[in-house]
């Protein structure tokens, strides 16, 4: 059993309007010393193998497939065995 | 400057609809091996501060107050410096 937890972010030359617009709100909460936000998405996975690559395997394959848009998109992950 | 990667995750008791919505994606697809997948959010901010200790206080403080819902989410964070 391998808990893997991956990290979706959008590739550097996309535009995040949600990051910017949370940027927005912790300025005008005078928090001046934050100079950047960027969002995304992390997903955690629970997967009942023995062998840590097929885990490895099957979450490039879903984040790929399912979890991220790869034109937009990079993702990263780290495998737990549990 | 220090970038803060700050991972949001609902607390366990809270269910997820989002994340049984992609575990059933994966299952008709296949991938059996899969048991369970929980969805958050990933958060990167850039901060211009010297001291890691004041970075460390601005994003406890941000991630209570504008990135989480403490009622229902737990927040963890790294820092790195750049």
Redesign the interface.
Known sequence: ?YLA?I???LKKSILDPQ?QT?LH??EN?N?N?????????????????EEKSVAEN?VNE?SR???SNPIMENYYFTLERM
Not at 40 to 49: F, M, T
């Open positions: 059993m937890k990290n979706v972010v990051g949370v709100a912790l909460l928090y010393s934050i100079k950047e936000v960027r969002i995304g998405k992390y997903i955690e996975v629970k997967l009942d193998v099957i879903i497939k399912l979890l």
